[in-house]
Structure formats: structure tokens, C-alpha cells
């Protein structure tokens, strides 16, 4: 039990320490970085390397934006085994529609919520 | 005459400034930040992972769990960004608190209440994609083309 969550953290900081590396060294936003790890996150899903990181680290591999890439490889490849060619186009968003739909719906209600500030 | 001076003044006061700044300029400290990152964005992971546990102890179904486990994040990120937490978090934490899901729900919320006075179509709806928008395409693209091999490879061989 305390291992699970060990291996949550380690891996979970490795993925965010990496990004922050990078941030560092070059000039990119988060934004960029956000799609990086996202398409990142979809070739290693689909080269069945980020299928170790998720047994090893749960929702250490499945929380970073890697892992919303995982989860649309998975939904596509189930799709497509069950549907065929259609399931290429439907699999990936109906493996995050949980994710995105949440994302928009709370997204939305808070922004109307949140009061605009200056950030610097 | 004095107004030749006076450029030349100028031009000493600037290569001054140039030469101070520039050695005055702030380096990023690298090991401070990925100490950071690695700390916060571990813990968002293991708060996750505990939901995740948590939702499974209910009897639910693992795949489920995993998918409320996401829903409840981004409730988490999107509402302490409307209050103001989340950036306080993400000022010391950087890439700690980009990375996992609930700075995807961050985003969202965070572009869309800076545009909010543009209107509720253009600003709040169009904003809200800023980041998020980018990060949908590229991931449904991706997993797209990734599908195409997959089910081509399926068909010949």
C-alpha cells in the first residue's frame, strides 16, 4: 500500500521534473509543454513503453498530461478492435470525453466564478 | 553644443545600464525549481492516487475509478484557480503544477477570467481554449494518426 503511493510520487515528480528541466532550459511555455507531454505521451503509449510507467506508478503516470495521451491510445486501440476504421476516428475522444467534458463544464462554472487579476 | 552632450550622456547612461543588467540578470535556479516541480507534481500524483483508492474501497470498478479519480482533479484545479490558490501554488511549484491534470483544468479557468469583459462568446468561450484547445487538437491528432497504424497493421497482417 505504502509502496503504491511511493512509487505515485516518485514517478508522478519524475514526469514534472523533466518538464520543469526543459521549461529551464529553453524558452517554451506551458502551453507548448502541456502539448509536448500530451503527443508525448501518446508515442510512448503507442511504442507499449508508457504501459510500464502506469503498472509501476499509477496515477504517477496517469495524472500528468502523458497519461490523458495514454488513456486516448487505449481507447482508440479498443475502438478500433471492436469497430474497425470508425473506431480510429471516435476511440481517442470517447476515452477522454470524461477528462475534456469535465475540463469544459468546470472550466466554465469556475471562470464565471474567478474574479480577473493582474499576475504580476 | 549642449544638446551633443546631452546624446552622449544618454548613450554613456544606457551602455551602463546594459552592462549592469547584464550582469545583474537573474540566472533560473535550476535545482530550486526541479526540487519544486518534483515535489509538488509528486504530490498532486499521490493525492490522486489516494482518491483513486478511496473510490475503489466504495466497490467501484477500477477503469470507473481511474475516470472519477480524473473528474475530481479537475474540479480541484479549476475551483482553487477561481480562488486564487492555485496560482500561489503554481508560482513556487512551476512545471509541479503545469504538468498533472489539474493544471489542465488551471488553464482553462485562468485564460478564460482574464478575458472574461470581452464577452461571454469571444472572451470567456473562446479563452477558456487557449491552452486547452492546443492540447485537444495535438492529442486527438496524434491518437488519430497512431489509430490509422494501428488498424492498417491489423488489416495486413
Known amino acids: 500500500m505504502f509502496e503504491e503511493y511511493l512509487w505515485a510520487f516518485v514517478i508522478g515528480g519524475a514526469l514534472c521534473l523533466i518538464a520543469q528541466i526543459i521549461m529551464d532550459l529553453t524558452k517554451l511555455v506551458s502551453g507548448e509543454i502541456l502539448v509536448i507531454y500530451v503527443v508525448a505521451g501518446v508515442v510512448l503509449s503507442a511504442l507499449g513503453i508508457y504501459e510500464y510507467l502506469v503498472d509501476l506508478g499509477g496515477c504517477g503516470a496517469t495524472v500528468p498530461l502523458t497519461g490523458f495521451g495514454y488513456t486516448l491510445v487505449k481507447g482508440t486501440m479498443t475502438a478500433v478492435d471492436e469497430r474497425g476504421l470508425i473506431g480510429v476516428f471516435t476511440g481517442g475522444l470517447t476515452a477522454a470525453a470524461g477528462g475534456i467534458g469535465s475540463a469544459v463544464v468546470f472550466g466554465y462554472i469556475f471562470s464565471l466564478i474567478g474574479r480577473a487579476k493582474t499576475k504580476y | ?157
Open chain 2, 1 to 157: 553644443m549642449a544638446k551633443n552632450e546631452r546624446i552622449k550622456s544618454e548613450e554613456v547612461f544606457r551602455e551602463d545600464y546594459e552592462r549592469i543588467s547584464k550582469k545583474n540578470k537573474a540566472k533560473p535556479e535550476y535545482f530550486k525549481n526541479a526540487v519544486m516541480a518534483f515535489l509538488v507534481g509528486g504530490t498532486i500524483c499521490t493525492l490522486g492516487q489516494l482518491i483513486k483508492n478511496i473510490i475503489i474501497g466504495w466497490g467501484t470498478p477500477e477503469q470507473d475509478a481511474a475516470l472519477i479519480t480524473t473528474i475530481v482533479l479537475v474540479f480541484l484545479g479549476s475551483s482553487l484557480t477561481a480562488f486564487g490558490i492555485y496560482d500561489m501554488i503554481g508560482r513556487h511549484a512551476g512545471a509541479g503544477s503545469i504538468v498533472p491534470i489539474t493544471g489542465f483544468a488551471n488553464s482553462i479557468v485562468s485564460c478564460a477570467v482574464d478575458f472574461k469583459t470581452e464577452g461571454p462568446v469571444f472572451g470567456l468561450g473562446a479563452k477558456m481554449f487557449t491552452i486547452a484547445g492546443p492540447v485537444i487538437v495535438y492529442a486527438t491528432v496524434s491518437s488519430w494518426i497512431f489509430g490509422l497504424i494501428y488498424y492498417l497493421w491489423g488489416v495486413i497482417f
